[in-house]
């Protein structure tokens, strides 16, 4: 099963541009991760935001965490054509070994 | 430092079959968790394994099963290969059983006809 939802399911932006996805959860967290994926391969850490922190940034990268929402967006400022990708919100639990993923947001930056 | 490397990058199976798939993480890494992506959806837990010992365990039928090896490597084996099997299974490492942040392979893609 899966506990993530992004939102919205596809993106297209031109560069230049901002990006934002959206994540929404179910159960109670440790952490919440965000990963990139290209064209089907392997899954690249971006950012790890913990249940006790509300903001985070790396680079052109912003995370937000409301816990009471259970919720959590990703922005990617200025937006370049190598940010086309898939991007997942993987939420840590407070017990267990399992990162639980969602659908992913297909982000596309058009020159 | 070497990152996680997957094989076979591509295979294909026929229905009935058996299929084993090999990851080596990387170094430095004791902690080794299988994950099954659907086409067009995110990622589904396998399992996890910690020191040779599987650690957790998703929703998987016990046909799925794992082994991990002394230098940390490991293995995901697939009896009775199903339609449904056809995915990509990508391998992730981290240090000791901490979620904060895998290291992933670029994953093998599996068809069963």
């Known amino acids: 099963s899966q506990q993530g939802e992004e939102d919205p399911q596809a993106l297209s932006i031109q560069e230049g541009e901002n990006a934002t996805m959206n994540c929404s959860y179910k159960?109670?967290?440790?952490?919440l991760q965000w990963y990139r994926q290209n064209s089907g391969r392997g899954l690249v850490h971006l950012i790890l935001?913990?249940?006790?922190?509300r903001e985070k940034h790396s680079g052109r990268l912003r995370v937000t965490l409301d816990t009471s929402k259970k919720s959590s967006s990703l922005l990617i400022t200025a937006s370049r054509a190598a940010d086309t990708a898939s991007y997942f919100c993987?939420?840590?639990?407070?017990?267990?070994?399992?990162?639980?993923f969602g659908k992913g947001t297909t982000l596309s930056v058009s020159s | 430092e070497t990152g996680v490397t997957q094989s076979p990058t591509h295979l294909i199976k026929t229905r009935g079959q058996q299929v084993t798939l090999r990851c080596s993480s990387q170094?430095?890494?004791?902690?080794v968790s299988w994950y099954q992506q659907a086409l067009g959806q995110g990622p589904q837990f396998i399992f996890q394994?910690?020191?040779?010992?599987?650690?957790g365990r998703g929703n998987f039928p016990p046909r799925f099963s794992g082994l991990q090896f002394p230098n940390y490597s490991s293995e995901l084996n697939v009896n009775a290969l199903e339609l449904d099997d056809s995915a990509l299974y990508l391998c992730?490492?981290?240090?000791?059983?901490?979620?904060?942040?895998?290291?992933f392979g670029e994953g093998s893609r599996l068809t069963v006809l």
């Open positions: 992730a490492s981290s240090l000791d059983t901490d979620l904060g942040g895998l290291f």
């Open positions: 159960t109670s967290i440790n952490n």
């Open positions: 935001i913990r249940s006790n922190e």
């Open positions: 993987a939420t840590g639990p407070q017990a267990g070994t399992a990162l639980i």
């Open positions: 170094s430095g890494h004791n902690t």
């Open positions: 394994y910690y020191r040779e010992e599987e650690n």
